[in-house]
């Protein structure tokens, strides 16, 4: 499989640490708001990964933090702590915001069919950890205390930059805004380990440390959670462009510098979702959530479907508009796996050749926008339906739309829609015997015509006109007018 790597620039050929396993680590919501549809936009890729490499037949460990302390507003060290933000905002206390939006968050993720990682770990679990990271880079001369507070000293690092000049476009968003002057840090591109000196007299949780209380810097988390959990070697670590830097640049600084060698193989970048007026952002505090979709009557797997028809590496753009063409063929493609009868025997030289574009494509740094189109040519093909719904079934535990249980439902609300008005009609000739003669009519016509016995269904027909009943045939059945 060939991925992009975001560290060399270049998609190289997937080889990871251990054959046959696979190690992956996600960055997390910060939960002190809803996830948005343009987060959601990043796990949804992130879990075609995760899915592909599964499908590929690697045994993966994917681990997730909860971010729930430490994120400031920029995401260099300045601004305001985001769950403190939050916990204002609603009068609550910080775990008590972090507790409801963790649960919203894969609530969200439970309807966008986005699978929950093996680990799922929230950085005030683990605070004991950084602490032991901290201390170790202290003591092998990466870090120092200033005013107070522990900083990565990134000059100890023969090469501290990575993912900067990034050429991707959105890059400019992860680029620090509102940077505060700290005169503290020995070199600009420092960051903090650990606060103690904190600006927010009222920080709610602060634990004891060796420089006293406190709390951690945002970027020691995701390094401490990944390699308690992980070990030593990362394969693929992901998250949305905006965390390329500096948190991803941070993470590998100081991971490299506690462990001693490289880190992480493979970095995996989703780009952003932006509005027509711009990146969606939790902090402007007017975004789009999975609930408003449901409200508006999207399907949360329409969005899912959305996200797959365009690459995860260029930026996209949400529109209404948009949206509703995403429906319309949502809707299209389930009603024709609806058709599909999966009478027969699979033909397995069939399966074989279609999954296989449909493999190359994903291959190919997850082209899910072509693994799509090779479901669509499943669609087309002409092999019987029993290879199709095989086929449908296999691409789904990558795409995961649901479409088989969307075509199941479809059909059962047909189903139920025939038959409740079948129920309909019966109660009201229960009422009245002259309906109730129309529809044994209406049946016996029927009986006629199937046995192609037209002259008795026209006979049928004229005798109800006689009586003033008009017949009105549809694709359903056979309806009547009286009068
Ligand atoms: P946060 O909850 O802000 O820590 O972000 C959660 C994830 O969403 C991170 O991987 C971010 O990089 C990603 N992200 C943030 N904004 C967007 C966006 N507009 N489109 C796609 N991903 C995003
Ligand atoms: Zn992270």
Not at 293 to 298: A, P, S, T, V
Not at 379 to 404: G, Q
Not at 427 to 442: G, H, M, Q, S, T
């Amino acid at each position: 499989m060939q991925l992009y790597n975001s560290l060399s620039r270049t998609k190289e050929e997937f080889i990871p640490h251990l054959e046959g396993k696979v190690s992956m680590y996600t960055c997390g919501p910060t939960v002190y708001h809803f996830a948005h549809i343009g987060n959601l936009r990043t796990y949804i890729m992130e879990d075609i990964l995760d899915r592909y490499l599964r499908y590929s037949g690697y045994d993966v460990t994917r681990v997730m933090n909860i971010t729930d302390v430490g994120h400031l507003t920029s995401d260099a060290d300045t601004g305001e702590d985001k769950m403190l933000k939050g916990a204002k905002r609603e009068k609550k206390t910080v775990m008590e915001i972090a507790q409801f939006y963790t649960d919203k968050f894969f609530e969200d993720c439970e309807e966008l069919n986005i699978r929950r990682p093996e680990v799922v770990e929230p950085a005030t679990a683990c605070v004991d950890e950084f602490i032991r990271v901290i201390a170790s880079l202290i003591e092998k001369g990466y870090a120092y205390e200033a005013g107070g507070n522990i900083y990565f000293d990134t000059s100890k690092l023969d090469q501290y930059y990575a993912f900067h000049n990034f050429e991707e476009e959105d890059l400019a968003v992860g680029v620090r805004d509102g940077v505060e002057a700290d005169g503290n840090k020995r070199n600009k591109a420092d960051f903090v380990l650990w606060f103690t000196k904190s600006k927010f007299e009222d920080q709610e949780l602060k634990w004891e440390s060796p420089w006293g209380v406190g709390y951690p810097g945002w970027h020691i988390e995701c390094s401490c959670i990944s390699m308690k959990h992980l070990g030593e070697y990362l394969d693929i670590h992901c998250g949305g462009i905006d965390n390329a830097f500096p948190h991803h640049t941070n993470e590998i600084a100081q991971s490299e510098a506690y462990l001693g060698h490289k880190w992480c193989k493979y970095w995996m970048h989703v780009l952003h979702l932006n509005t027509n007026s711009g990146k969606m952002s939790k902090s402007k505090g007017e975004f789009l959530t999975v609930s408003l979709l449901k409200e508006k009557g999207y399907d949360p797997m329409m969005y899912r479907f959305f996200c797959l028809q365009s690459h995860y590496r260029k930026s996209l753009v949400f529109s209404w508009e948009n949206m509703d063409n995403a429906r319309t063929a949502y809707n299209k493609l389930v009603a024709r796996v609806a058709q599909l009868k999966g009478e027969g025997d699979v033909d397995t030289a069939a399966f074989d050749a279609l999954r296989a574009s449909f493999v190359k494509a994903l291959d190919n740094d997850l082209n899910t926008s072509l693994a799509v189109t090779a479901l669509y040519d499943v669609l087309k093909a002409k092999v019987n339906d029993a290879t199709k719904l095989a086929l449908i079934k296999d691409f789904d535990t990558v795409l995961s739309l649901s479409l088989i249980e969307h075509a199941e439902s479809l059909l059962k609300a047909e189903a139920d829609k025939k038959a409740a008005e079948a129920e309909a009609l019966a109660a009201e000739a229960a009422k009245d015997p002259f309906v109730a003669e129309i529809l044994e009519k209406i049946e016996a016509r029927r009986v006629a015509k199937k046995d192609r016995n037209f002259v008795e269904a026209d006979r049928i027909r004229d005798e109800l006109a006689a009586k003033g009943v008009t017949l009105i045939d549809t694709k359903d059945g056979t309806t009547y007018q009286i009068g």
